[in-house]
């Protein structure tokens, strides 16, 4: 049978006109799932308060928002101009002290809608929340982030929610446009960036952007915009963007604005990347160290990988959306073992901090420190035994990297508390720790010296001289090597390198007085030794030295070194890179290193001498062991005439940061004091404007969400009373929420009505949460009306009120324990429209209940209808007329389903169902047909089991190739599958100028079910299986020996028209062997 459009629309027309809309409780085969936020602790927000911007904190959190405070001014005012836009609303910044006080945040947890076919709008607001990660650069490239967020939302979708109803349903991005802008405007790149975006350049992986996913998708949006900006001028970006939310197309942002099409760009900026890729490479030199050929799968990413001082053993940590492993491989017999799997794959920024991982000098253990819930732990795992002990590390948020040291009693830690990234001393006897630095300057990857006396780090402060809480106006993005005297514990460090223009990683000791580490020249980041020595400075009476660092590279890689690892006292190392679409695993000894050639071409055309000192100026050390030496660069009044550039983090008439070079005699007598100002380019202004006191936070509510469309659902989450299978169906009528939260969406109030097309059957709801502890609260009220016929001609009209609290408690994210308490009163008018009816008195019903649910959430959405992974509910009721304690009811059931991707965007979806009513009143299923049908028909030929004493129905769906009431009994089970392919965007490789065919899915389905009295489909109580005849005092029963369980098959198609998801199914059932006549389904409904 073919439909024309016509004839569609003209059913549609027909069925938001006239359709008599029955009332449907419980949804057929809708479940509520969802994921979890778990708090482990309380959060109590004080904020600051600014013209342009509030800054939100809690405890152990101030300084951090007072960071906030003095460079979120000027990033804004940075922004706006990239962007051509200003900010039209006030932003809150909600700063979180780690990210695993943000994972315990309620912020985005707004579920996901399944059941709503129309698609909810969600109101965007102008909240910024950040976390620190030990590094206040990083913090403020996040603090840009989440700016340039806001101003992206605000030029695409409007500054107030009318703007953002009407652009929300029209305009659908992909994810390397927008979160590639972010990156390119805030120019928050993660470390590795440069070395993904060669590689995918290289390997052809942008040729498809379309089908790019998660990091990837950002960077190649990132190198795309980059390009864009370099070829075309930055000026044009805002123009593509508004263009692209005018049109509702990111094809034609692109095409109005430059005159060529994304294919164009894409091309162009391949080619572009091609070209200084290939030309750089020719430099290199391929690496030529043992390769350990570890197994990765494609969509891991490596963080840690190190060998074992002796070499015998590797330990690496993988991570897939937040999930991460640790593995042992035993380089000897090439055998990997599995120690660790912590957190689940889930849609959020993912913590790659975690695990952070140390050798015991002996080769024989290894150190992990991890978070859970809510605790720093640190674990360590014994190879010979496998056990792993664990101890509690108190007073700090976060540790960041920790060594062994040489005699495996002590770690080194750079470590975060309250706002700071320091040293500290653990001592695994008596599990203390000590702290050796103090101040805001970071001090990053700590390593002990072969005698254990020293400490040599990475740190951005600008001098050698530790002081306690210095109060700086400039932070430098840029970390020199510098080393720690233990013994002595001066407040004066020994300064290795002084680079303005490097960010030095991962120091050690090399051997003697040389130091390796990892720095980024020319490009990659590669292996460097570096020597401190001195020099003969000037003779007088006496010999006075300087002290400097010489540099070599030791290698010349084509790609970046993600991680390295030292064991100085046996000389072994480890490195870890990606090259060709693969992480690679090598590992190698000092004593075979040589000096690399590298091109000593510098920027500008000059030459930078390979082996030239990398320090520039003396330290502290040098000048008090040149005791009366006053000493003076040739450069220092260069330096000091430089003009300030304002468009490199500097405000015009600020103070410029200078320290004292002080040289201090013997007889103590200060000397001259010269001035020296730091590098211009690669440091962050700290903005001196005052802060003001801070206040507590207040609740308020914000609208968050709106949803205003046609719907064939009811609101109600409870049972309809028996009234046959052409009861089953709602109608089509209007449905209104509106929804609002406070600021850190802790508190949520739901308000909607609903209202039948006829105006006959309305339904009322209100719904308040509180999501602050661990123990989820939720409150509901309902109230329904409908109307319905039981035998054809009486009209009854029922009105129920229902109130609901239920208790959640998270396990973890995915999975929750849920109980609730209900009551409900059932109101049954007897409408006058006969004399039976107009002599019956109204009846009502009361019902006290308890439900309890086990519910397991770990899908990952892919799309519209297309989600992969596996979720599953548990569940049980009980009620009770308190009137009458001979009346109860109880159910329990289940819903599994699982979510198979076989390859892109294609998804084998599967499905079990099974529930069974139990106690003194019963529920009937009716087994058939689909959820929401817009054209219903029942089968009326199947009558119930009289014994039973139904007082409530639901439907057994879907059960496609059968009308309702296939079926019937006071338990049912299905089995779905379904084969989900989205045929247009699986194929084209850029982002598709339709809504229709981005969401445009062809399906392939086979139903199996049954519904039943008795234990099975098959025994002997099933009413199903035998017929009684009576007549007069002779009652027969014959036996019916067709088959309870039917099954169905057939093809769909789905997509979204005119803003909503529409199903159309064609089926065929088999009944008994025999296969049925064709059936067409039309509806409205998600999943299944």
Do not use: C
């Given at each position: 049978m073919q439909i024309s459009t016509r004839h569609l629309l003209l059913v549609v027309a027909l069925l938001l006109s006239a359709l008599v809309t029955n009332g449907q409780f419980y949804q057929g085969s809708y479940q509520e799932f969802g994921k979890n936020r778990v708090q482990y602790k309380d959060f109590l927000w004080q904020h600051f308060r600014f013209q342009e911007f509030d800054t939100y904190f809690y405890e152990g959190g101030q300084e951090l928002a007072e960071f906030t405070s003095k460079v979120a001014s000027k990033n804004i005012h940075s922004l706006e101009e990239v962007f051509d836009y200003p900010v039209r609303d006030k932003i809150q910044f909600i700063v979180y002290n780690s990210h695993s006080d943000f994972k315990q945040s309620n912020i985005g947890i707004n579920g996901e809608d399944e059941g709503n076919i129309g698609g909810t709008t969600r109101i965007v607001g102008s909240k910024v929340f950040i976390y620190f990660e030990g590094d206040y650069i990083k913090f403020e490239q996040n603090i840009r982030k989440g700016i340039a967020q806001v101003l992206i939302n605000n030029r695409l979708y409007g500054g107030n929610w009318r703007d953002v109803i009407k652009s929300s349903t029209l305009l659908n991005l992909p994810d390397w446009y927008i979160e590639g802008l972010i990156l390119y405007a805030s120019q928050a790149v993660d470390d590795d960036a440069e070395n993904i975006i060669r590689n995918d350049v290289m390997m052809g992986a942008y040729e498809k952007l379309n089908r790019l996913e998660g990091r990837n998708a950002a960077f190649a949006g990132y190198a795309l915009w980059t390009y864009v900006a370099q070829v075309y001028g930055e000026n044009i970006i805002p123009n593509i963007l508004y263009m692209s939310g005018v049109s509702r197309n990111v094809e034609s942002g692109f095409l109005f604005v430059l005159g060529k099409s994304l294919d164009t760009i894409t091309k162009e900026f391949i080619a572009y990347y091609r070209g200084e890729y290939g030309t750089m490479s020719l430099e290199k030199t391929p690496i030529s160290l043992e390769n350990l050929k570890l197994k990765t799968k494609k969509d891991r990413v490596l963080t840690t990988y190190k060998i074992s001082p002796d070499g015998r053993y590797a330990i690496y940590v993988d991570n897939v959306l937040g999930q991460y492993r640790l593995y042992l491989y035993d380089v000897l017999k090439g055998k990997r073992k599995k120690i660790l799997k912590a957190e689940h794959k889930l849609l959020r920024i993912p913590d790659f901090s975690f695990p952070v991982l140390a050798w015991h000098p002996s080769s024989g253990a290894f150190t992990y420190a991890k978070e859970w819930r809510g605790k720093l732990m640190l674990c360590t795992y014994n190879i010979e035994s496998g056990k792993t002990t664990e101890r509690e590390v108190f007073i700090l948020d976060e540790i960041l990297s920790m060594k062994y040291s040489p005699n495996g009693q002590q770690l080194v830690l750079s470590a975060v508390d309250k706002g700071q990234t320091d040293l500290y001393l653990y001592y695994t006897i008596g599990n203390r720790q000590e702290k050796l630095t103090n101040d805001i300057f970071g001090d990053f990857d700590p390593s002990f010296s072969k005698d254990g006396d020293r400490i040599i780090f990475t740190s951005n402060r600008p001098d050698d001289t530790l002081r306690t809480n210095p109060d700086p106006i400039l932070l430098s993005q840029n970390r020199d090597v510098f080393a720690f005297d233990l013994k002595s514990r001066s407040p004066y460090l020994e300064r290795i390198t002084d680079t303005p223009d490097l960010i030095e990683k991962d120091p050690y000791q090399y051997q003697g007085r040389q130091y390796t580490f990892l720095a980024?020249?020319?490009?990659?980041?590669?292996?460097?030794?570096?020597?401190?020595?001195?020099?003969?400075?000037?003779?007088?009476?006496?010999?006075?030295?300087?002290?400097?660092?010489?540099?070599?590279?030791?290698?010349?890689?084509?790609?970046?070194?993600?991680?390295?690892?030292?064991?100085?006292?046996?000389?072994?190392?480890?490195?870890?890179?990606?090259?060709?679409?693969?992480?690679?695993?090598?590992?190698?000894?000092?004593?075979?290193?040589?000096?690399?050639?590298?091109?000593?071409?510098?920027?500008?055309?000059?030459?930078?001498?390979?082996?030239?000192?990398?320090?520039?100026?003396?330290?502290?050390?040098?000048?008090?062991?040149?005791?009366?030496?006053?000493?003076?660069?040739?450069?220092?009044?260069?330096?000091?005439?430089?003009?300030?550039?304002?468009?490199?983090?500097?405000?015009?008439?600020?103070p410029d940061y200078t320290y004292e070079r002080e040289t201090i005699t013997l007889s103590e007598v200060p000397s001259d004091v010269e001035e020296y100002r730091p590098a211009e380019q690669?440091?962050?202004?700290?903005?001196?404007?005052?802060?003001?006191?801070?206040?507590?936070?207040?609740?308020?509510?914000?609208?968050?969400?709106?949803?205003?469309?046609?719907?064939?659902?009811?609101?109600?989450?409870?049972?309809q009373p028996l009234s046959g299978p052409d009861g089953l169906n709602p109608g089509l009528g209007g449905l209104v929420k509106l929804g609002v939260s406070d600021l850190f969406e802790d508190y949520k109030i739901v308000g909607g009505f609903g209202i039948a097309g006829n105006?006959?059957?309305?339904?009322?709801?209100?719904?308040?949460?509180?999501?602050?502890?661990?123990?989820?609260?939720?409150?509901?009220?309902?109230?329904?009306?409908?109307?319905?016929?039981?035998n054809g001609f009486s009209l009854i009209e029922n009105v129920t009120y229902q109130g609901a609290y239920r208790l959640s408690f998270p396990i973890n994210e995915v999975f929750s324990i849920?109980?609730?308490?209900?009551?409900?009163?059932?109101?049954?008018?007897?409408?006058?429209?006969?004399?039976?009816?107009?002599?019956?008195?109204?009846?009502?019903?009361?019902?006290?209940?308890?439900?309890?649910?086990?519910?397991?959430?770990?899908?990952?959405?892919?799309?519209?209808?297309?989600?992969?992974?596996?979720?599953?509910?548990?569940?049980?009721?009980?009620?009770?007329?308190?009137?009458?304690?001979?009346?109860?009811?109880?159910?329990?059931?289940?819903?599994?389903?699982?979510?198979?991707?076989?390859?892109?965007?294609?998804?084998?979806?599967?499905?079990?169902?099974?529930?069974?009513?139990?106690?003194?009143?019963?529920?009937?299923?009716?087994?058939?047909?689909?959820?929401?049908?817009?054209?219903?028909?029942?089968?009326?030929?199947?009558?119930?089991?009289?014994?039973?004493?139904?007082?409530?129905?639901?439907?057994?769906?879907?059960?496609?190739?059968?009308?309702?009431?296939?079926?019937?009994?006071?338990?049912?089970?299905?089995?779905?599958?379904?084969?989900?392919?989205?045929?247009?965007?699986?194929?084209?490789?850029?982002?598709?100028?339709?809504?229709?065919?981005?969401?445009?899915?062809?399906?392939?389905?086979?139903?199996?079910?049954?519904?039943?009295?008795?234990?099975?489909?098959?025994?002997?109580?099933?009413?199903?299986?035998?017929?009684?005849?009576?007549?007069?005092?002779?009652?027969?029963?014959?036996?019916?020996?067709?088959?309870?369980?039917?099954?169905?098959?057939?093809?769909?198609?789905?997509?979204?028209?005119?803003?909503?998801?529409?199903?159309?199914?064609?089926?065929?059932?088999?009944?008994?062997?025999?296969?049925?006549?064709?059936?067409?389904?039309?509806?409205l409904a998600m999943d299944f």
């Open positions: 980024d020249y020319k490009g990659t980041m590669n292996r460097y030794v570096a020597v401190y020595d001195s020099a003969i400075s000037r003779i007088d009476t006496t010999i006075h030295y300087r002290f400097f660092t010489v540099a070599d590279p030791l290698t010349n890689y084509p790609s970046d070194l993600m991680d390295y690892t030292v064991h100085p006292n046996s000389g072994e190392y480890s490195v870890l890179t990606y090259a060709d679409n693969d992480y690679q695993f090598y590992h190698g000894n000092i004593s075979n290193d040589g000096v690399a050639r590298i091109s000593t071409e510098g920027e500008g055309g000059e030459d930078r001498p390979i082996g030239e000192a990398i320090t520039s100026r003396p330290t502290r050390r040098e000048e008090l062991e040149e005791a009366d030496l006053i000493f003076i660069p040739d450069d220092a009044e260069e330096n000091s005439q430089k003009q300030i550039d304002i468009d490199n983090y500097r405000f015009e008439g600020e690669g440091y962050t202004v700290l903005d001196t404007v005052p802060l003001p006191g801070a206040r507590n936070y207040n609740l308020n509510f914000t609208t968050d969400k709106v949803l205003a469309q046609l719907d064939n659902t009811f609101m109600g989450e409870f049972y105006f006959d059957n309305n339904t009322f709801m209100l719904m308040g949460e509180d999501l602050t502890r661990r123990t989820d609260r939720r409150i509901q009220l309902f109230r329904q009306q409908s109307r319905y016929s039981p849920r109980g609730s308490g209900m009551y409900r009163f059932d109101e049954f008018i007897l409408l006058s429209t006969d004399q039976f009816n107009a002599q019956r008195p109204n009846e009502t019903s009361n019902y006290a209940g308890l439900k309890g649910e086990l519910v397991f959430d770990n899908t990952l959405p892919m799309g519209l209808n297309l989600r992969r992974g596996m979720r599953w509910k548990v569940w049980g009721e009980y009620y009770m007329d308190p009137t009458n304690t001979d009346r109860t009811f109880m159910t329990i059931g289940l819903d599994w389903r699982n979510y198979y991707r076989i390859h892109r965007n294609l998804i084998l979806a599967s499905r079990v169902g099974w529930s069974t009513s139990l106690g003194a009143e019963r529920l009937a299923f009716f087994l058939g047909s689909v959820d929401n049908s817009l054209n219903p028909r029942e089968d009326n030929s199947l009558p119930l089991d009289p014994e039973q004493n139904y007082q409530f129905q639901t439907r057994g769906a879907p059960m496609r190739g059968f009308f309702a009431n296939a079926r019937n009994g006071n338990s049912f089970a299905v089995i779905n599958n379904e084969l989900r392919w989205p045929v247009f965007s699986y194929f084209f490789q850029k982002p598709l100028k339709s809504d229709f065919l981005e969401n445009f899915q062809i399906l392939g389905f086979f139903d199996v079910g049954s519904a039943w009295t008795g234990p099975t489909p098959y025994s002997e109580e099933n009413s199903f299986n035998s017929t009684i005849i009576e007549s007069g005092n002779v009652t027969i029963e014959i036996e019916n020996n067709r088959d309870p369980v039917v099954y169905g098959y057939g093809f769909g198609l789905r997509s979204k028209l005119l803003g909503y998801f529409v199903r159309v199914d064609w089926a065929w059932g088999v009944d008994d062997g025999i296969t049925l006549d064709r059936v067409f389904y039309i509806s």
